[in-house]
């Protein structure tokens, strides 16, 4: 029988609900229970696929290649549950799907409305794709109040009165201001927020109440009383050092104890949490440290490389080192001195990224990882700007480009328009919709024997995740590999370049996928583990 938490948010947003339901989800996992995560976002895009990572942060893709919000990523992190399209809806789909059976006549000529049509739709995408999941974690986005979430919080109303209480229950997500002035936690804010959920008719069942410091019992008692929540299912949710300590720290404060105890689970096995706590100790006692350079364009607002940090930390979590990031706006670049930003760095990234802006600085950092032998992993846009620099320096193509910045006669990066999924021809045209259009989810990848890579992996065959638009042109290979640049990971068909490496460099490679999207800091990606390990190489040669 599968089992239904619904998770929103009150007060302010971003208190964490991505990982406190990730958490919780752990914590039932090391129970022995099988979990799922959902997130049912209320804006009207279709998916965050087109919108800028300064609106929404990192686009999770999945393997199925759907394009996501950066919440999935926390939950596959903290579960190694890998995340489907089905696990993430929004306003926008959830409409588009109701027009498009409206306009088919599906309705039999009933007037469409939100209730039932609309709630219909989200109950249907709460309920699909579930298995033998003992619980599946529905997370709301937004805040409890906003207009957008009404129609999400109308079908989990709905849901609770239809499954009863044995099979779901309602965890609210709030906040507990300091007020210096006062000395005091208020507790204001969250009576008001849970006023506004049962406004909608929502009871919450728990309360997770987000402080910077320890809550005294006085005021848990209080809101129990005024919240109309048991005692002990008032949870507090305290600031803590790492993620990662998040699910022990929940555990502590009787998170997983009540939710068992909700559903009539409490034979249910006490975790295991050695997992977490071996982690934790990790991070907390490193060997050593190393700082790397992020060379990207968004760096202003560090949730739009999610995935990327986490996997960093992962690298230096299987390393037992500190791993120090230094984000750098590649646009300063543009003037040269700038490029001794680098010198203390024992590792640069070039990261994914879309646009013309700020490549004149991504090559520079490039160039100078080359010649400087420093530790160089570029993750596709930091790939395609490799193989340009490569081209451009070392090659003597000067006008190598990409055609992604306008036409060019020496496209060494090209538009796909045609390219194979599986046994599946893909075609694309560059007057296509921008959503959801490019190669996007897992693809399978040759890699060559006897490569860097083929070592990393210690593999052939392996299968990693895309979101790109444009490819590395084969035709320029020849002239490449003559450059020094060796094309060590293919796609199964021998046309698109997934790696290229450089065997005269202590450690450059480059990838057309995004690898941090698999890393998990009890699974840590083998090419971030083999990055930060040369990086502690580099710092003991400075
Ligand atoms: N802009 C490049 C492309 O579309 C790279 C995309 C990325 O780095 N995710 O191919």
């Known amino acids: 029988m599968t089992r239904f938490i619904f998770i929103t948010g009150g007060v302010v947003s971003s208190l964490g609900k991505g990982l406190a339901s990730a958490a919780?989800?752990?914590?039932?996992?090391?129970?022995?229970?099988?979990?799922?995560?959902?997130?049912?976002?209320?804006?009207?895009?279709?998916?965050?696929?087109?919108?800028?990572?300064?609106?929404?942060?990192?686009?999770?893709?999945?393997?199925?290649?759907?394009?996501?919000?950066?919440?999935?990523g926390h939950y596959e992190r903290f579960t190694g549950v890998a995340s489907r399209r089905s696990d993430n809806v929004t306003t926008g789909r959830i409409y588009s799907n109701v027009?498009?059976?409206?306009?088919?006549?599906?309705?039999?000529g009933a007037t469409v409305q939100v209730i039932p049509h609309v709630t219909d739709a989200i109950k249907e995408f709460i309920l699909s794709d579930v298995t033998d999941e003992d619980f599946v974690l529905c997370e709301i986005g937004g805040t409890v109040g906003d207009i957008e979430s009404l129609p999400f919080l109308e079908a989990i109303r709905q849901l609770g009165n239809e499954l009863g209480?044995?099979?779901?229950?309602?965890?609210?997500?709030?906040?507990?201001?300091?007020?210096?002035?006062?000395?005091?936690?208020?507790?204001?804010?969250?009576?008001?927020?849970?006023?506004?959920?049962?406004?909608?008719?929502?009871?919450?069942?728990?309360?997770?109440?987000?402080?910077?410091?320890?809550?005294?019992?006085?005021?848990?008692?209080?809101?129990?009383?005024f919240c109309n929540v048991r005692q002990e299912a008032v949870i507090p949710a305290l600031d803590v050092d790492s993620i990662y300590q998040v699910p022990i720290s929940y555990h502590e404060q009787g998170l997983d104890d009540q939710v068992c105890k909700h559903f009539a689970l409490s034979d249910a096995p006490p975790p295991d949490l050695s997992r977490w706590k071996r982690i934790v100790e990790r991070i907390r006692f490193p060997e050593g440290e190393v700082t790397i350079a992020v060379v990207g364009k968004y760096t202003s607002l560090l949730d739009s490389y999610k995935s990327l940090?986490?996997?960093?930390?992962?690298?230096?979590?299987?390393?037992?080192?500190?791993?120090?990031?230094?984000?750098?706006?590649?646009?300063?670049?543009?003037?040269?001195?700038?490029?001794?930003?680098?010198?203390?760095?024992?590792?640069?990234?070039?990261?994914?990224?879309?646009?013309?802006?700020?490549?004149?600085?991504?090559?520079?950092?490039?160039?100078?990882?080359?010649?400087?032998?420093?530790?160089?992993?570029?993750?596709?846009?930091?790939?395609?700007?490799?193989?340009?620099?490569?081209?451009?320096n070392l090659a003597g193509i000067r006008n190598a480009s990409s055609s992604e910045f306008g036409a060019c006669d020496e496209p060494v990066v090209g538009l796909m328009t045609e390219w194979l999924h599986g046994n599946k021809l893909v075609q694309r045209k560059a007057s296509d919709d921008l959503g959801g259009t490019m190669r996007l989810g897992a693809y399978g990848c040759h890699l060559v024997p006897g490569t860097k890579v083929a070592e990393i992996y210690g593999a052939d065959v392996i299968s990693e995740r895309h979101r790109h638009r444009y490819e590395v042109n084969i035709d320029y290979r020849d002239r490449l590999e003559n450059a020094g640049m060796v094309f060590s990971g293919m796609s199964p068909d021998g046309l698109l370049p997934e790696i290229v490496e450089r065997p005269d460099h202590p450690w450059f490679i480059g990838v057309q996928f995004h690898p941090e999207l698999k890393s998990k800091p009890f699974d840590p990606h083998p090419l971030f583990t083999s990055f930060i390990a040369a990086a502690i190489r580099q710092s003991r040669l400075v």
Not at 34 to 59: A, F, I
């Open 24 to 72: 919780l989800a752990s914590l039932l996992q090391t129970r022995g229970f099988k979990v799922r995560l959902r997130k049912l976002d209320p804006y009207l895009n279709v998916d965050p696929g087109t919108m800028s990572p300064y609106q929404h942060g990192e686009v999770y893709v999945t393997d199925d290649g759907a394009e996501t919000d950066l919440d999935l």
């Open 99 to 108: 027009i498009a059976r409206e306009r088919r006549g599906d309705y039999l």
């Open 165 to 225: 209480s044995e099979r779901t229950m309602f965890v609210h997500l709030t906040l507990l201001p300091y007020i210096p002035s006062a000395g005091e936690l208020k507790t204001k804010p969250t009576q008001h927020s849970v006023k506004e959920l049962l406004s909608v008719g929502i009871q919450p069942d728990m309360l997770l109440c987000r402080s910077d410091r320890e809550i005294p019992v006085g005021e848990r008692r209080k809101i129990a009383l």
């Open 309 to 392: 940090g986490e996997a960093l930390q992962h690298g230096g979590i299987a390393n037992k080192v500190k791993v120090h990031l230094k984000w750098i706006d590649s646009q300063i670049f543009e003037n040269e001195g700038a490029i001794h930003e680098l010198d203390d760095c024992h590792g640069i990234l070039v990261p994914g990224g879309f646009g013309e802006r700020g490549v004149t600085g991504k090559i520079a950092a490039v160039r100078f990882a080359r010649e400087h032998k420093v530790p160089y992993f570029g993750i596709c846009f930091g790939m395609q700007m490799a193989v340009i620099e490569a081209a451009r």
